[in-house]
């Protein structure tokens, strides 16, 4: 079981890195910073970059399926997967915390959604 988890860790990190490497946000968390830490040091609310997200998609039928505050690749952001009507997949868009612009926007297909979901279950279970 250890295996899996760390197994499916290390393949979301690849993902992870490979999508955020070309972020240019406000504000650069300090390594170590702890999760809990993360919201104290957003200036736009999560409300206001999920908006922000919403319009970036431009599509009537979107939902907001998964949304977080994280330290990605040295930069605070917002992610949000939304869901499409009738698309397989999910646009991935990260805000930046700070100034509230989008910072990516990117599909993504049912193999990172899946991924992103078990990495939730395990979170979860630690």
């Known amino acids: 079981m ?25 504000i650069h968390p300090p390594k170590g910073t702890a999760t809990a ?24 039928s979107s939902t907001v399926v998964r949304s977080t505050l994280e ?16 698309q397989s997949g999910s646009e991935e868009v990260m805000v930046d915390a700070g100034s509230g612009e989008v910072l990516s926007n990117k599909h993504q297909g049912v193999i990172k959604d899946t991924m992103e979901k078990v990495e939730d279950k395990i979170k979860k279970k630690q």
């Not at 250890?2 to 406000?26: G, H, R, V, Y």
């Not at 206001?48 to 998609?57: G, N, S, Y």
């Open 2 to 26: 250890k295996a899996t988890i760390t197994a499916t860790l290390a393949i979301m990190s690849i993902f992870t890195a490979a999508q955020a490497a070309d972020l240019n946000c406000t």
């Open 37 to 60: 830490d993360l919201p104290a040091m957003a200036k736009i609310t999560k409300e206001d970059a999920q908006k922000t997200a919403l319009d970036a998609v431009k599509k009537e």
């Open 71 to 86: 330290h990605e690749k040295g930069c605070l952001v917002y992610s949000f997967d939304i869901k499409v009507a009738n």
